[in-house]
Each structure stands twice: as structure tokens, then as C-alpha cells.
């Protein structure tokens, strides 16, 4: 089984500021994780994926996690927030082999606000 | 390369009537799924579909719902009688052979049942 714990709902930042938004994860395989952020009525974008090769994962719009096994963690994080960074984000698991293959297991989201 | 597409954008029905929704992968990929979004509620699996066959439906409510993914044509999630908690975003994503565990996602069609 597979799961994702986003461990804040909403976090709030200034424009400027860094961006810290956390997750943790259980899977019975080795895990491939990824980021997705929503924007208000539109589809889901991938922001990365780590799928078991460096830890450090960098994507797009100056986002980047890292994955830490032993903390069961991927938080994602960026130096500097836009305001075009808000937005509602989801921490995706999605194991390999089993009744897991294919599937994509959701975080609960977290949006993000971003003050001027 | 157009990505994924789903119509309708937005789909207005009444209690007991049939809804079809509509998803038709990005160019290249077989590999169909389709999630919903509640209010309140995070995104969950429903559906994991290839041409012609079903991979994984142990998201799928027991009744009402189906889906398919004919060798040409769109793939179609159906929901027959509806009712008001059908209401939701239903979202389709599609994947190539060689990279099953990386989803596009369309934009969604968003359900209300009257």
C-alpha cells in the first residue's frame, strides 16, 4: 500500500520569500514521487518526479525537492516565491509492480498564497 | 504535440440522466487514467486504462460507472443515473508505454448534477 501526507493545508508566504511546502510518504516498493501544482479551474502541471536516481530532484520554475529515505520526506521547496507561484500543490506517490502499478496516490494539496 | 484533451469542459446534468466524458491522450501514449476530485476531497484514482482493456479499476464506484478505451476513438468514463455527489472535476491523464509512472494530466470536465 501507498500513501502521502501533506503536512500543511495552506501555507502563506511573502513575494520574496522562500517556499517550503512538506511531505511525507509510505510505500511498500521503491517509490517514484513527484510534485503536481494546480492552478484555480485548470489541469495539473508536473513540477518533478524523482524516480530513484539523484536525490536532489530540480524542476521547472526554480522548484526542487529532495528525497530523504530515511525521513520518508520529498518536501518541495523554491529560494524565491512569485506571485505566480500561488497555486494548490499535490505530492504524488506512485509505486511499481502490484496493485499499485499505474496508480497515482494524491496528497491531500496544499495551496500556497503569495503576498505582496 | 497537443497534450491531453477532455470535453466536455463542463457538463450540466440532472439526477437519473447519463453522463459520458470524454479523453482523448496525447499523441503516442496508451495508457489512459482517469481521477476525480471531490470538493473537499483530493484527487483519487479511479481507473487505469490500455487500448481495449481494463488494467485497474479498483478505484471505480460498484455501480454506475464504467469505462472503456476502444482500439480507436477516445477513451469514455460513463456514469449512468447520476446524482448529486457525481458531482466533481473528473480528470483524465495518459502516459507512453516506456513511462507509465509519469501522467499528463488534461484539463478536466467538471460535473454538475442538478
Known amino acids: 500500500a501507498q500513501s502521502v501526507t501533506q503536512l500543511d493545508s495552506h501555507v502563506s508566504v511573502s513575494e520574496g520569500t522562500p517556499v517550503l511546502l512538506r511531505c511525507n510518504y509510505s510505500s511498500s516498493y521503491s517509490p517514484s514521487l513527484f510534485w503536481y501544482v494546480q492552478h484555480p479551474n485548470k489541469g495539473l502541471q508536473l513540477l518533478l518526479k524523482?524516480?530513484?536516481?539523484?536525490?536532489l530532484v530540480k524542476g521547472i520554475n526554480g522548484f526542487e525537492a529532495e528525497f530523504k529515505k530515511s525521513e520518508t520526506s520529498f518536501h518541495l521547496t523554491k529560494p524565491s516565491a512569485h506571485m505566480s507561484d500561488a497555486a494548490e500543490y499535490f505530492c504524488v506517490v506512485s509505486g511499481a509492480g502490484g496493485t499499485s502499478y499505474g496508480k497515482l496516490t494524491f496528497g491531500q494539496g496544499t495551496i500556497l498564497t503569495v503576498h505582496p | 504535440n497537443a497534450g491531453v484533451m477532455q470535453n466536455p469542459r463542463h457538463l450540466v446534468r440532472r439526477r437519473g440522466q447519463e453522463a459520458r466524458l470524454r479523453c482523448s491522450p496525447m499523441?503516442?501514449?496508451?495508457?489512459v487514467y482517469w481521477y476525480r476530485q471531490l470538493p473537499e476531497e483530493g484527487l483519487k484514482f479511479m481507473v487505469y486504462l490500455q487500448k481495449e482493456n481494463i488494467i485497474d479499476e479498483s478505484g471505480m464506484p460498484k455501480e454506475r460507472f464504467s469505462a472503456e478505451f476502444p482500439k480507436e476513438g477516445p477513451s469514455i468514463l460513463r456514469i449512468q443515473q447520476v446524482v448529486r455527489g457525481d458531482s466533481a472535476a473528473y480528470f483524465c491523464?495518459?502516459?507512453?508505454?516506456?513511462?507509465?509512472?509519469?501522467?499528463?494530466f488534461g484539463p478536466g470536465t467538471r460535473l454538475t448534477v442538478l
Open positions: 499523441k503516442g501514449h496508451s495508457h
Open positions: 491523464a495518459s502516459s507512453p508505454p516506456e513511462g507509465y509512472n509519469e501522467q499528463f
Open positions: 524523482y524516480t530513484s536516481a539523484a536525490t
